[in-house]
């Protein structure tokens, strides 16, 4: 059984998803990663597929060209002055296009309504068998390990996970040894770039890095393989932005390097759970 990899659209964040998959393809990955939920964010490209109906069409034409399959969705925020239902229409497609996952975060400081509106999220994706993976990220409201693992036990749903990033396990400075206490069935896929060794002390820093400035796995300071060989085997998905990579190279080439890299680096250090 191979090593699966998928490639997350924050990597290749200008290119729609049929050229997304067209690129994954060439480059070797197994699946893709996609952002139909658009959020509004200052740059951020709308791939709402749910209302873009030729997009969706071409999309589908170009998975079953290529073979390439969507893995997770993302960005299912809990967030103030959002309701989780509206989120149900990219379900909906992500459904129909054979993905597994929604890729969840919180950003809002009131537990009672993040447990509630998280929970209310696990269940509505549950309707369309979608499993609901909670990313802690180091600029959020949950920004690290233990916070995301109060939300799955309180919460108690039996589709919901965690989805470990690399960069925010550094940069929230996890333990290695807290990850050993999670449920196995927790862990559906991961999110795998690697980073500097200093940690930036405020939240520009933090996100230009998040954002922008990413490394290739092996490139950087980031234990990756201390951290994977603590989880069980799964989807590797490579977030992995980096504008100056990518005026470069070009989005396909960086996306070919970034996969390239990650499975050089991971030959290298021979993790204990690795497939062949």
């Known amino acids: 059984m191979k090593r699966e990899f998928s490639l997350a659209h924050l990597t290749v964040l200008g290119c729609a998803p049929p050229e997304m998959t067209y690129i994954a393809s060439m480059a070797g990955y197994d699946y893709i990663s996609i952002r139909p939920i658009y959020m509004g964010l200052k740059n951020e490209p709308n791939y709402d597929l749910a209302h873009n109906k030729e997009m969706l069409k071409q999309t589908k034409a170009a998975m079953k060209i290529t073979g390439i399959k969507v893995h997770d969705i993302e960005l299912a925020r809990v967030v103030d002055g959002v309701d989780v239902s509206q989120y149900e229409p990219a379900f909906e497609v992500s459904a129909e296009l054979g993905a597994k996952s929604v890729l969840s ?25 979608l499993k609901v993976d909670l990313e802690f990220v180091t600029w959020a409201n949950v920004s690290d390990l233990k916070s995301a693992v109060d939300v799955l036990k309180t919460v108690s749903r039996d589709n919901t996970g965690i989805m470990i990033d690399t960069l925010h396990f550094h940069r929230s400075r996890v333990r290695l040894e807290e990850l050993d206490e999670l449920p196995r069935e927790w862990f559906h896929f991961a999110h795998i770039c690697d ?3 200093e940690i930036p002390t405020d939240k520009e820093g933090l996100i230009h890095t998040g954002r922008d400035a990413r490394l290739y796995v092996g490139e950087g300071a980031i234990d990756i393989a201390s951290i994977l060989n603590r989880c069980p085997e799964m989807v590797y998905s490579i977030e992995l932005p980096n504008i100056e990579r990518v005026k470069e190279f070009g989005y396909a080439e960086h996306a070919r390097r970034c996969l390239q890299t990650a499975k050089n680096y991971l030959e290298l250090h021979s993790l204990a759970n690795s497939c062949i």
């Open 195 to 197: 980073g500097p060794a």
């Open 105 to 129: 975060s919180i950003w809002t400081p009131n537990r009672e309504f993040y447990l509630e509106q998280f929970a209310k999220l696990a269940d509505l994706a549950k309707n369309y068998g």
